[in-house]
């Protein structure tokens, strides 16, 4: 009898998960399950670039790897792009602000999924990812080279020389020096768009939930299921943070102060449209691939607004968990510290033009850590970069 019960336990154990995770499909409404759905599929298509004639071609690809750390792009020839987008530090540099030649106003946000991105930097000073690459190497805070000495650093190097003309058809030779400029920087596109994310507990959630699988579901945390909740329900954050990437892609006002220092203020997405509307190197520019398709169309009809003053780029959150600290200043050192943000807000910092999106939370100490749980699921499991370039591949000819 004992051992018939010992079975009996024992069939009641293995199958209890499964029970409960059928349960657990119960739990989400029609709403909810289609605000689930939402986030993914995931890892997305491979993104391509009708502005930028070598987007996701192999060839510019690794030549925009070799430039990504080539530090004689730099003024002083000791910088390269990984200066603050280091490999080892999710593409980041996990400072406050960044550091280049000085420190600069803003965070270096992370290059994970930059390529999915319309706008580019906290602004959206730049409306494609090759225009974004050129501003650091010719900013004096950060790289601080010339045009001329980027132009001229290509020529005289004879397989990077090489590298150019297979690519773009043209030996630097032949091109002017903002033309060298701006294919450095499709070059450098190109390899950044390469650099997608992989697939987190929530992925193996979302998926499991779309097909009905009870067992699939019942491996993703409780903490973190309760924290998806709060955060597509009572949190409104997916408002903002929605789609594959967990960003609108736009730009927002979160109460975050923006001051630069005392007397100075970061103008935002304000300042940020004026400068794409003075850039020769925007989506509309003779340097464009394509002036006249649908990716245009924002760039065409971006107004700087009253309102726009003070926002800043709605990030991505997936790998979230790795790349502290968060808000346009760096001014958040923990994920802790971006949900207690938001529980507690101090709704006199916000624009009161148009819709109230954001209110305090008012969360309990339970439901902050559920929310944290939840933002923790959507980083994946670290791999280190190899680069495909090693000092010993064979000379371009």
């Known amino acids: 009898m004992a051992r018939r019960w010992q079975i009996l336990l024992a069939v009641l154990g293995a199958c209890l998960p499964l029970l409960l995770a059928y349960a657990n499909t119960e739990e989400w ?3 909810e399950r289609r605000a689930i759905l939402r986030f993914g599929p995931w890892p997305p298509a491979p993104s391509r670039d ?11 690809i690794l030549l925009g790897e070799r430039l990504f750390f080539d530090r004689r792009l730099s003024g002083g020839r000791n910088m390269g792009c990984d200066w603050c987008h280091a490999p080892q530090r999710d593409w980041s540099d996990g400072f406050q602000r960044g550091v280049g030649r000085d420190v600069v106003d803003r965070n270096t946000p992370s290059l994970w ?10 602004d959206g000073a730049h409306d494609s990812l090759w225009s974004q690459s050129l501003r650091p190497m010719v900013d004096p805070r950060e790289m601080n080279a010339t045009t001329r000495q ?6 005289t190097d004879g397989d990077l020389s090489c590298r150019y003309e297979k690519v773009f058809g043209t030996a630097p030779a032949f091109m002017d020096d903002e033309q060298v400029l701006v294919a450095t920087g499709k070059a450098l596109a190109a390899f950044q768009e390469t650099l997608v994310s ?3 507990p929530f992925d193996d959630f979302r998926d499991a939930l779309q097909r009905g699988d009870a067992a699939g579901q019942a491996a993703y945390p409780d903490a973190a299921r309760r924290g998806l909740k709060l955060f597509i329900g009572k949190g409104r954050c997916s408002v903002c943070h929605v789609g594959p990437t967990f960003s609108n892609g736009e730009f927002a006002d979160t109460g975050v102060p923006f001051f630069v220092v005392p007397g100075r203020v970061d103008p935002g997405r304000h300042g940020g449209i004026a400068a794409l509307r003075k850039s020769p190197f925007t989506r509309l520019g003779a340097h464009s691939d394509d002036t006249q398709g649908l990716d245009t169309l924002r760039t065409r009809h971006v107004e700087p607004q009253h309102r726009n003053f003070g926002e800043f780029a709605v990030p991505s959150l997936r790998n979230v968990a790795r790349t502290a600290p968060y808000m ?5 050192a923990t994920l802790d510290d971006v949900v207690r943000h938001y529980s507690e807000l101090d709704e006199e910092r916000l624009h009161a033009d148009g819709e109230r999106i954001l209110r305090p939370l008012r969360l309990t100490a339970q439901e902050s850590n559920d929310l944290v749980a939840f ?5 994946d499991t670290p791999k280190p970069f190899v680069r495909r370039t090693a000092d010993t ?4 000819r």
């Not at 999924?113 to 906290?122: D, F, M, S």
């Not at 980027?150 to 020529?155: D, G, K, N, S």
């Not at 933002?375 to 980083?379: D, G, I, Q």
């Open 375 to 379: 933002l923790e699921s959507l980083s």
């Open 113 to 122: 999924n930059v390529g999915t991105r319309h706008w580019l930097g906290w």
């Open 328 to 332: 346009h200043a760096g001014s958040h």
């Open 198 to 200: 992989g697939r987190t």
């Open 393 to 396: 591949d064979p000379p371009c």
């Open 29 to 31: 409404s029609t709403a």
């Open 150 to 155: 980027i132009a001229e650093r290509i020529r």
């Open 50 to 60: 009708a502005s930028n004639r070598v987007s996701g071609r192999d060839d510019a």
